[in-house]
């Protein structure tokens, strides 16, 4: 790289990556259509970055924000978006990074806004102070031309694993509502069909119900309805006391119904002689049925008769309640479609209630149905089994141990994973000895344990050292510190093929902790990563009801 400085009549020239100065102005000209000061000050940037980067050493570039700096990178170095070799966060900072793609070590040039004030055109110009139009441009890159460098900052720094790898693309499909192929990994549609996208054919995009299409039904008073079939469920309210279905899709109206159709309302129904056409519309009740079905995945169940154009989901067993969110909510996004589910990740028996799903008008385009189901390519519910684990629990106090202090946890976690129908098969007590917990977890594993609850010793006193036994008996994969309260030192792991559970003092004051919200979900097989575990912060506070209402409350969901 080009390191000299030129000076001119004292002035300091600075060479852009081996370009004068006015060559480079030039370039980006041509390049960005007008001598942008972002651009040009992106310039000196780039070659000051470089002067700091090892000689010889394959580079990759990071810019934090979206404006004019990205450019500079990509007419000075090879770098460039499309490449991948430059990746724009857009962070809003102006720094760029260039970094060594298989170490991930970097040199990082940022705009030091501490020093900016030392030149006011540049100064005002950056921190947006004044009209773009009103700054004299010349004047500007003067300023930038002379002082660029010295209101730069340079430091060392490093680049995430996770971020230097590439990221794959994977299978790519064509989306369920646009038709066009996008990577599969976005989920059940394409970003700009879930999010919405400024750009647009005619038509497209969300219009609202009323500016929609609807089918041309024909509307007759009930009088003249006699002998004819009931398009739709009519229901019958009566305030406070009932409300079901009166007639049924597809009854025969006769003479004596119309004092019943008359004391609920009902004036005109739709005739059913002359009925849309269905390649265009879909009924309620089929739409429904299309809905219910595609759903309810394991472990449940759609009724398969409509009411009052619904369907509902429910458990055909007993287990863990799960909900595929996201799909959840690119379904309800399509128009005139909706599902509502009660929250994931709770343990429910046979037979109870999980979701309801219908179409919005009595007819559905059939376009919208298509869409949900591709949207239902893979079922939103699931109820999952719980395991039957055998159980091993390690009692740590030192208290305890002595007998100084009658156990309490022992039954406390016997009666809560025997009621998920589990069965104990060891239960060891240790002193606040790190060997020692370390051989009850042993002794637990060595009774077949493929569940390990340990006890206590879970906080920041020197006495607890639970952790540094879990870790000597082999505890990996874990996540410690849960988002929740009561029970944030709770922690979930693994310890060879066994999971384990530790469960801090706080179960032996609360009713409910941060464990029993993780139990059934270990049953089930789930596993946590720190993302997962992060997520619980969301509804992670426990209300300290009196009684506990729990699991009738928002606590772990
Ligand atoms: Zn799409």
Same mark, same amino acid.
């Given at each position: 790289m080009n390191n000299e400085r030129e000076t001119h009549g004292g002035e300091r020239n600075p060479a852009i990556c081996g370009m004068g100065w006015a060559e480079y102005?030039?370039?980006?000209?041509?390049? $960005?259509?007008?001598?942008?000061?972002?651009? =040009?000050?992106? %310039?000196?940037?780039?070659?000051?970055?470089?002067?700091?980067?090892?000689? %010889? =050493?394959?580079?990759?570039?990071?810019?934090?924000?979206?404006?004019?700096?990205?450019?500079? @990178?990509?007419?000075?170095?090879p770098c460039t978006t499309g490449n991948g070799w430059l990746k724009v966060l857009n962070f809003g900072r102006y720094a760029l990074t260039l970094y060594d793609k298989k170490k991930g070590e970097g040199v990082r040039v940022y705009i030091d806004g501490h020093k900016l004030p030392i030149c006011k055109n540049f100064y005002d110009w950056f921190f947006n102070y004044v009209d773009k139009k009103d700054l004299p441009s010349g004047v500007l890159l003067e300023e930038i031309r002379l002082h660029g460098e010295e209101v730069c900052g340079v430091e060392a720094v490093t680049v995430d694993a996770a971020f230097r790898k590439r990221a794959k693309k994977g299978r790519v499909d064509n989306c369920p509502v646009c038709g066009e192929p996008y990577p599969l990994k976005d989920g059940p549609m394409c970003l700009a069909c879930r999010d919405g996208s400024p750009v647009r054919r005619p038509g497209e995009g969300f219009v609202p119900d009323f500016e929609r299409p609807h089918p041309d039904l024909k509307i007759i008073p009930i009088e003249e309805a006699v002998g004819k079939k009931a398009l739709n469920d009519m229901t019958k309210i009566v305030p406070g006391q009932s409300k079901g279905r009166a007639f049924k899709a597809g009854q025969v109206i006769r003479e004596e119904d119309l004092d019943l159709l008359r004391s609920m309302g009902k004036g005109r129904i739709f005739a059913s002689d002359r009925l849309p056409d269905e390649k265009i519309w879909a009924h309620e009740n089929e739409a429904a049925l299309v809905l219910g079905a595609g759903m309810s995945g394991e472990g449940t169940d759609y009724e398969r008769e409509p009411k009052e154009g619904k369907v509902q989901i429910t458990a055909s067993r007993a287990g863990l309640y799960t909900v595929d969110v996201d799909r959840l909510k690119a379904l309800n996004l399509i128009p005139d479609v909706v599902c509502a589910a009660r929250r994931g990740c709770e343990v429910v028996k046979t037979g109870d209630m999980l979701a309801g799903t219908r179409a919005i008008p009595l007819y559905l385009e059939r376009r919208f149905l298509?869409?949900?189901?591709?949207?239902?390519? *893979?079922?939103?519910?699931?109820?999952?089994?719980?395991? *039957?684990? *055998?159980?091993?629990?390690?009692?740590?106090?030192?208290?305890?141990?002595?007998?100084?202090? *009658?156990?309490?946890?022992?039954? /406390?976690? #016997?009666?809560? @994973?025997?009621?998920? %129908?589990?069965?104990?098969? $060891? #239960?060891?007590?240790?002193?606040?000895?790190?060997?020692?917990? #370390?051989? %009850? /977890?042993?002794?637990?594993l060595a009774a077949g344990a493929d569940l390990v609850i340990s006890t206590a010793g879970m906080s920041v006193d020197p006495d607890d050292v639970s952790k540094a036994a879990l870790l000597q008996a082999g505890l990996t994969d874990y996540v410690f510190g849960t988002p929740m309260l009561p029970g944030s030192m709770t922690l979930v792991g693994r310890i060879g093929e066994a999971q384990v559970l530790a469960v801090p003092a706080a179960a032996l004051f609360h009713t409910i902790t941060a464990a029993d919200v993780l139990l059934p979900r270990l049953l089930a097989g789930q596993t946590f990563t720190h993302d997962d575990i992060a997520a619980l912060g969301h509804g992670g506070l426990c209300l300290n009801c009196d009684p506990c209402i729990y699991p009738l409350c928002g606590f772990g969901k």
């Open positions: 102005v030039a370039l980006v000209e041509h390049f $960005h259509s007008y001598a942008a000061p972002g651009v =040009v000050l992106g %310039g000196i940037m780039v070659d000051l970055a470089l002067r700091h980067f090892p000689k %010889g =050493v394959l580079f990759d570039a990071v810019v934090e924000t979206k404006s004019c700096l990205p450019d500079a @990178v990509q007419l000075l170095t298509e869409r949900a189901k591709a949207v239902l390519t *893979k079922p939103l519910f699931r109820v999952l089994p719980l395991r *039957k684990a *055998k159980v091993g629990i390690v009692v740590t106090g030192t208290e305890v141990f002595k007998g100084i202090i *009658k156990d309490k946890f022992a039954p /406390i976690m #016997t009666e809560k @994973v025997t009621a998920l %129908g589990c069965e104990v098969v $060891h #239960t060891a007590m240790a002193p606040d000895v790190v060997e020692e917990i #370390t051989k %009850g /977890i042993k002794a637990c």
